[in-house]
């Protein structure tokens, strides 16, 4: 268990950025078409969640150097893009940064016009995608390893993405209004610490949230039977492979991942609709959501390092 | 000329005629002396690995120096070390020869491979040390090599003063073999041998830990040791019989049996027949057909078959008329009653009436009687048929009556003194007469067998001629009183019962005094008094004797390749002080340093063999093969066949005999252990823990074997890091056993009885009998705070016990239980 | 093209010792845990029971492999670094210069070729003894095998010689990869996927 950590760590976390970026981003479109508020008005809902993005995101990259033998050597993973999907990753996560750094930059600064920043948000979610899609055909594209060299890999990679990119801008929206009602009460303000229209914002966006980690919830329980079909249908390796994911740990993060996004998810929804009274409720419930999730991936991802029994000898 | 060998003890493998004069022999038992202990195990730490492949290339002084490896595993190879900046940093297979057999180049097994992390372990002894708390404590102290001299010698002198020279013991072992002067087997060719000889002489001990049962049954049913074909033979055979024979697991050596009985199948592809407990390696590369038994059932096997053969009128009755007594009970000596014959007891006529069909054989053995009958008319049909066993039938408590069955179907079929044929003993093989003019005689004549040392040191002027099998007198004057232990893992880890052994050694008012010679601390230095650190053959030269490679002959001229590590020293170096203590060092060394006596006994050598080499040129070419036509095979009691009153055998009748007249004899009057009988025939004997007992213990109801391991030959090469992974240690289990107990493959399992427990890894593999578990021969004994032995010796579980004639180590009849850990 | 080259492993002669796999460590100074050359026991069958006696009806073989030096060496087609690569002779290396230690090419390779050496942070593997070839020695593993049971040459010739049976269990499907790797099967081999026997010691492989 846990025998790749860094592994892990990076994947997780770097699919989490990439959710999150994404997230963000439908928010931002979703607050503006259909809730006709101003650019402005939306980047002061998304702005702090967007750099936790950020960190998040650099986090994992510190975590993946942990992963290799000779770290003084890495810059030559670069070496290989045109055959290798692991340099291609690399490529893409360092883009990713790239593009969210300054995308991040400019929403601080103001630099360029909204429009221009949208279209760099764009194209960097555009990257995020093309790290996910990279970094499960690592996996995907290995012959020797039936647990991975399947459409599973890049559709729980994108599970994965979703789903805690979700929960992570919920529970970010959340700790951004409690934080922001803390300051307050500690400065004694008498104004509204998160004012109305932003309320709603954030009060429409866990909603969707919460429907979509519902979605996402039914459709990896759809995946992981198939799954687990797929590989009692194979050879020894399958088979031995798939004996990774049946025992407590696997049982735990099934649990783990039903309880936050399926029943946490229910509550956020309901929770949301009276946040503006008292959002403390949905606050617990969508950072309980989140963690719930979170470590039922990061137990989920070992599984899947774990489930790495290749053919062969 | 008939091969027979008047001496077993030192015949053991060699066919007797043509090697008399050579002390080399390669038992392939149970001693081995080697290594262990303390804790820091070597991970991959490599001595020698800092040079890597080019800088090696690069470095000037990369030397290539002929060394060998001389262990007890039966083969004996070549090792070319390589040398640079004093350490050896590669180890290499032999490169001269060809693939052909009779020059067959000579390349060294696994263990070999891995010498250097055997030469630079962190087991090896560095300097001499004396215990100070009691014995197997672990406390030691360091002293000077003076001092322990002295004190060795004074304590000699002392207990020759008060008991007399029958009170001093060489130890049984094999873990420097092949050697001229660093041999620790067979006794009377070791150095210390030499010494103590010159001192008025020790008590012998005759046969092995090997071959002790067989050896008693050669002695009675051939008059000696003769071997069987050698197995380049196969290639006249129409059929190859192997009972418990596995050449392919232990004769490893590229230039050994192994090389010799797969080129003869490529070459002749004769049918093969394995029976044996275990589908060993040998069934699956050499075998067509496995006949899985339960451990010592050959001889109800054999009973079976023979049945068939007397009934359907398949016996060679010619042969058997000629050549044989006691065949039928026309052919029996004077004075013995009808009913007393061979064919009377498998046809139920003898004492206990019981027919001995295959009905009756397969509930023993677990063989379908249909394959019984199978088996033996195609065994008595086909003409010839190469009949041999190795050494696990025999290595039972009724032992001598498994070999002697073996031998028996031979002579039913009439397969002996045939090419193609064979006696039924081990294959035999060519040997280079190499003469060995530093040995000296024993003065003293009282001789015991191997394994009842711990007898000899418990009680021994209660042992005596017929109730212990002591030879030269009736009975021990004193018990031993003094173990010399050189290159021996016997004196505990390769003895039977080792938690009694170890009990037995901790009272040194019994054995007062206990010196142990090794290289790396042994489980069984660990119960010494003092300990000399020995060096290793890659520390010294000698000159090494072949092991058996079928029709081949050679020898090695093993150079000094390194400077003694630490505060190591020769034996030779050792013996000389104490003979110097002893006011025998001229009579010791004769002026002679060590390489001086190799050069010495090449000398003597050359008589036989006039080819021999130039002492020079010989440490060149490091390896000389006497070149043999590949045609000729070894083919014993030929000339016996043709004419056995011209070419008698040394049995009192001049006859095989199947019916020996010696053991009736004893069976009266020898007085055995409750239990135990001697029979006359090769009747098939359940005695204590046998395959039938097992069947109605409820609390025992596995039969536990040992089988040899590549890990290691016998304890040798043990707990050296590449072998271990490449071989771990795990116990064969049949799955069925395994299941019934709730254990998967590669967990953990006890085996245990009321001897002791062992904790080890299960192989669960249908490659083994059900009913039976094997734990590899020769694993470091290794308790732990509750007395579970975690290093899974299996000599935990077995006992004293010893067979009823030749008083040899029971060593594959125990009976066990297992669970999972 | 350049001459590919490859190796020849007769499993009729094979016992399992493994000194082809200590002869390779020795040679390169291996540690445990980082093994070039390994072999596999693959088995299976049945045991029959009637009263108190049995019968089996088992099989067992040996499988001796290093690395094939592939024609499509999936090591060095994900390697991100290009540290690993095929040769002109078809012998598949490691660039220690190069090289990260991320192992994805030990996920890639079906026989275990790549080796991660945790003391040098860097992947490990057989080079088909490089420096012995150039001596004009045998690889140590050809060399040291005592029943003569590997060889090792031009990949044409040993096919011409010997055949050209690659896919034997517990062999993967030659497909995946394209072994240069020529097999004379042991009579109770079995043919790669036919799913009727185990490797009987994983933990040695």
Redesign the interface.
């Known amino acids: 268990m846990f025998t790749d950590l860094s592994m892990v760590v990076f994947t997780v976390f770097a699919q989490m950025s990439v959710g999150a970026f994404i997230v963000l981003g439908a928010v931002q479109v979703y607050a503006r078409v259909q809730g006709g508020r101003s650019a402005e008005d939306v980047d002061r809902v998304t702005d702090p969640a967007l750099y936790a993005v950020g960190v998040t995101l650099a986090l994992g990259l510190i975590a993946s150097i942990f992963h290799l033998g000779t770290p003084m050597n890495a810059i030559n993973v670069l070496r290989h893009v045109d055959s290798s999907w692991l340099s291609r990753e690399i490529a893409f996560g360092l883009a990713f940064a790239g593009l969210g750094f300054v995308f991040a930059a400019t929403q601080y600064f103001k630099w360029g016009s909204a429009a221009l920043r949208q279209a760099l948000a764009a194209l960097t979610a555009l990257v995020g995608v093309g790290l996910v899609v990279s970094m499960s055909m690592i996996y995907a594209s290995l012959d020797a390893v039936p647990a991975w060299s399947t459409w599973v890999t890049p559709a729980q990679f994108a599970i994965t993405t979703l789903l805690l990119g979700s929960l992570a801008v919920g529970a970010a929206f959340m700790g951004t209004v409690m934080w922001r009602r803390r300051q307050a009460a500690d400065e004694e303000a008498e104004e509204p610490t998160t004012d109305a229209g932003d309320l709603e914002t954030i009060s429409t966006s866990l909603k969707g949230i919460a429907v979509a980690s519902i979605v996402l919830l039914g459709a990896a329980f759809v995946v992981i039977p198939l799954h687990l079909n797929e590989l009692s249908q194979g050879g020894a390796a399958a088979v031995a492979s798939a004996e990774v994911f049946s025992g407590a740990m696997f049982a735990l993060r099934l649990a783990l991942v039903f309880l936050g996004a399926g029943l946490l998810g229910f509550f956020v929804y309901r929770f949301a609709a009276r946040m503006e009274s008292n959002p403390q409720p949905l606050a617990v419930v969508a950072t309980v959501a989140f963690g719930l999730v979170f470590v039922g991936e990061f137990i989920g991802r070992s599984l899947f390092y774990e489930s790495m029994t290749r053919i062969g000898m | 000329m008939t091969a027979i060998s008047d001496h077993p003890t030192s015949s053991d493998a060699s066919p007797g005629g043509i090697s008399r004069r050579s002390f080399l022999k390669w038992s392939a038992v149970a001693g081995g002396g080697v290594a262990l202990v303390s804790g820091t195990r070597q991970l991959g730490l490599l001595p020698g690995a800092g040079l890597s492949a080019s800088a090696q290339e690069e470095a000037s002084g990369v030397e290539t120096i002929w060394s060998s490896c001389n262990v007890n595993c039966g083969s004996r190879c070549p090792l070319r070390m390589q040398v640079a900046d004093g350490r050896v940093v590669r180890v290499l297979p032999d490169n001269t020869g060809d693939d052909a057999l009779g020059s067959q180049q000579v390349r060294a097994c696994v263990r070999g491979l891995s010498y250097r992390q055997r030469l630079y372990s962190p087991d090896r002894i560095k300097t001499p040390m004396r215990r100070v708390g009691e014995r197997g404590s672990g406390d030691w102290e360091e002293i000077s090599w003076e001092e322990a001299y002295d004190e060795i010698a004074d304590s000699m002198k002392r207990i020759i003063e008060e008991y007399g020279n029958e009170a001093l013991y060489l130890n049984y072992g094999t873990g420097t073999l092949g050697g001229t002067i660093t041999s620790s087997w067979p006794p009377i060719s070791t150095p210390f041998s030499r010494l103590f000889s010159l001192a008025g002489g020790y008590l012998n001990h005759y046969a092995d830990y090997s071959t002790a049962q067989i050896q008693g049954a050669v002695q009675y049913h051939y008059g000696g040791w003769i071997g069987s074909n050698s197995l380049d033979d196969a290639k006249n055979a129409n059929l190859v019989v192997m009972f418990g024979n596995n050449p392919f697991e232990t004769r490893m050596s590229g230039g050994g049996e192994i090389y010799v009985s797969q080129q003869t199948r490529e070459q002749a592809k004769v049918k093969t027949i394995i029976i044996d407990p275990r589908y060993s390696d040998t069934a699956m590369g050499l075998g067509d057909e496995w006949v899985a038994l339960r451990p010592g059932t050959d001889s109800a096997l054999v009973a079976g078959m023979a049945h068939v053969m007397i009934t359907e009128d398949l016996v060679d009755q010619e042969f058997l008329d000629r050549c044989c007594q006691g065949y039928d009970d026309e052919h029996l000596p004077d004075g013995v009653p009808a009913g007393s014959s061979y064919k009377a007891y498998i046809l139920g006529d003898g004492p206990d009436g019981e027919a001995k069909t295959p009905e009756w054989a397969a509930p023993i053995t677990g063989v379908p009687a249909g394959t019984i009958t199978r088996l033996a008319r195609e065994i008595a049909t086909t003409k010839p048929v190469l009949i041999n066993q190795g050494w696990g039938p025999q290595r039972h408590v009724n032992g001598e009556n498994q070999a002697r069955a073996i031998f028996t179907l031979c002579a039913l079929t009439g397969n002996v003194g045939i090419p193609g044929g064979g006696t039924g003993e081990r294959e035999g093989s060519y040997g280079l007469p190499l003469a060995n003019p530093f040995v000296i005689d024993n003065p003293v004549e009282a001789s015991i067998p191997v394994f009842a040392w711990t007898d000899a040191v418990e009680k021994g002027p209660e042992m005596t001629a017929t109730n212990a099998g002591v030879r030269g007198v009736d009975r021990l004057e004193v018990p031993i009183k003094f173990i010399l232990n050189y290159a021996s893992n016997a004196l505990v880890n390769q003895h039977g019962d080792i938690n009694r052994t170890i009990e037995l050694l901790k009272d040194d008012s019994k054995c007062e005094m206990i010196v142990n010679v090794e290289n790396r601390m042994t489980v069984s230095a660990r119960y010494a008094d003092i300990v000399l650190p020995d060096t290793t053959n890659a520390e010294q030269m000698d000159l090494a004797s072949q092991g058996s490679a079928g029709n081949m002959g050679y020898a090695i001229l093993a150079s000094q390749v390194i400077e003694p590590l630490y505060d190591c020293r020769t034996v030779y170096e050792m013996c000389t002080e104490l003979a110097k203590r002893l006011d025998i060092e001229e009579e010791f060394t004769e002026g002679r340093t060590q390489e001086e006596w190799i050069r010495h006994i090449l000398d003597a050598s050359r008589e036989d063999i006039p080819d021999l080499p130039s002492f020079e040129d010989f440490k060149e070419m490091g390896i000389w093969r006497e070149p043999n036509p590949p045609e000729v095979g070894y083919v014993p009691l030929q000339d016996f066949r043709e004419d056995p009153e011209e070419h008698p055998l040394p049995t009192p009748s001049g006859r095989i005999e199947i019916f020996s007249s010696e053991l009736w004899e004893m069976a009266e009057t020898w007085e055995l252990p409750e239990g135990q009988r001697i029979t006359a025939l090769p009747e098939h004997l359940s005695m204590q823990e046998s395959a039938e007992v097992a069947r109605s213990d409820d609390t025992y109801p596995l039969q536990c074997i040992a089988h040899h391991v590549k890990q290691r030959t016998h304890s040798t090469y043990g707990h050296i890091p590449w072998l271990e992974e490449a071989h771990p240690h795990v116990a064969w289990i049949h799955p069925w056993d395994a299941e019934e107990r709730g254990i998967a493959n590669d967990e953990k399992m006890y085996v245990f009885n009321d001897r002791g427990r062992i904790r080890v890894s299960a192989r669960v593999t249908n490659r083994i009998a059900p009913g039976t578990v094997s734990v590899p021969h020769g694993a470091w004994y290794e308790p732990d705070e509750q007395g579970v032995d975690v290093g899974g010796s299996p000599n935990t579980l077995t006992s004293w016990l010893q067979s009823p004639i030749h008083k040899g180590n029971a060593q594959h009849t125990m009976l066990v239980q297992v669970e999972r850990a | 093209m350049a001459t590919q080259l490859g190796f020849y492993f007769d499993q009729?002669?094979?016992?399992?010792?493994?000194?082809c796999?200590?002869?390779c460590?020795?040679?390169?100074?291996l540690?445990?845990?980082?093994?070039w050359r390994?072999?596999?026991e693959h088995?299976?069958?049945?045991?029959q029971?009637?009263?108190?006696?049995?019968?089996?009806s088992?099989f067992?073989?040996?499988?001796s492999?290093a690395c094939n030096h592939c024609e499509r060496p999936?090591c060095a087609?994900?390697?991100?670094?290009?540290?690993m690569h095929q040769r002109d002779d078809g012998v598949v290396a490691v660039d220690d210069?190069?090289?990260?230690?991320?192992?994805?090419c030990e996920?890639?390779?079906?026989?275990?070729a790549p080796q991660?050496n945790?003391?040098?942070?860097?992947?490990t593997k057989c080079d088909l003894c490089t420096?012995y070839r150039e001596?004009g020695l045998e690889p140590a593993c050809v060399?040291?095998?005592?029943?003569?049971a590997l060889d090792w040459g031009p990949i044409d010739e040993l096919r011409e010689r010997y055949g050209d049976v690659d896919a034997i269990e517990?062999?993967?499907?030659p497909a995946?990869t394209e072994p240069r790797l020529v097999i004379t099967p042991?009579r109770?081999a079995q043919m790669t996927?036919s799913?009727t026997g185990?490797?009987?010691?994983?933990?040695?492989?």
């Open positions: 009729t002669r094979c016992n399992g010792c493994k000194a796999q200590v002869a460590k020795d040679k390169h100074d540690p445990v845990g980082v093994t390994r072999v596999a088995g299976g069958g049945s045991w029971s009637d009263g108190d006696t049995f019968s089996p088992v067992a073989t040996y499988m492999t999936v087609e994900v390697c991100p670094t290009t540290a210069d190069l090289c990260v230690g991320c192992r994805y996920w890639a390779c079906p026989y275990s991660y945790a003391e040098l942070g860097s992947m420096d001596e060399a040291g095998c005592p029943s003569r517990p062999l993967p499907d995946i042991h109770d996927g799913g185990t490797i009987k010691n994983p933990l040695e492989v």
